[in-house]
């Protein structure tokens, strides 16, 4: 089975730039995509394809990969980005999910 | 707009079946696979299964193979997840989520199995 492996946590001041990285084998190989998650709220998209961003969500958020492991910036967070934010990655149609990293913005 | 609207938070006794629906509109039912999403109560997030409303073809996640059946009814472009020989463990927030990326999800349903 594939495993992707996140900090449990990441702390930054606002305008800070918050880097958080998702690592696992499978990550070589297939795109990697993130969700932001608020408390109380469904999961939003906020980049696909390892790096692409759907429309609507804010260009302080990118996406990178290098081998193994993927990483979501916010560059310059601000205290609306506070929320948990999962990797997840797809092989052979299943869904893997990271275990989720909560970013603080205070 | 795309819109996922599930259907409304269920208790249910161990041992029994829940079944969960996920009506989807704005877009062509059949283009996009829908993806089944759990939640626990502060915990990650876990993918159940995913089917191809077109085919109906699906593919459930290991954990819940014999457990978990995904159908859908094209007439009324919705989706079901339907859970048996539910467990405490069980209890959670299950959410559909449009294929491949996962850019649409539904608002979620509360599952709660308790004696």
Same mark, same amino acid.
Not at chain 2, 85 to 90: G, V
């Given at each position: 089975s594939y495993e992707l492996t996140q900090p449990s946590s990441v702390s930054v001041s606002p305008g800070q730039t918050a880097r958080i990285t998702c690592s696992g084998d499978v990550l070589a190989k297939k795109y990697a995509r993130w969700f932001q998650q608020k408390p109380g709220q469904a999961p939003v998209l906020v980049i696909y394809k390892d790096s692409e961003r759907p429309s609507g969500?804010?260009?302080?958020f990118s996406g990178s990969s290098s081998g193994t492991t993927v990483t979501l910036t916010i560059s310059g967070a601000q205290v609306e980005d506070e929320a948990d934010y999962y990797c997840y990655s797809a092989a052979d149609n299943n869904w893997v999910f990271g275990g989720g990293t909560k970013l603080t913005v205070l | 707009q795309v819109q996922l609207v599930q259907s409304g938070a269920e208790v249910k006794k161990p041992g029994a079946s829940v079944k969960v629906s996920c009506k989807a509109s704005?877009? &062509?039912? &059949?283009s996009y696979d829908i993806n089944w999403v759990r939640q626990a109560t502060g915990q990650g997030l876990e993918w159940m299964g995913w089917m191809n409303p077109n085919s109906g073809n699906t593919g459930y996640a290991q954990k819940f193979q014999g457990r978990v059946t995904m159908t859908r009814n094209t007439s009324i472009s919705t989706a079901y997840m339907e859970l048996s =020989?539910?467990? =405490?463990?069980?209890t959670a927030v299950y959410y559909c989520a449009r294929g491949p990326y996962g850019d649409y999800w539904g608002q979620g349903t509360l599952v709660t199995v308790s004696s």
């Open positions: 969500i804010p260009e302080r | 704005g877009y &062509t039912f &059949t =020989s539910l467990r =405490s463990e069980d």
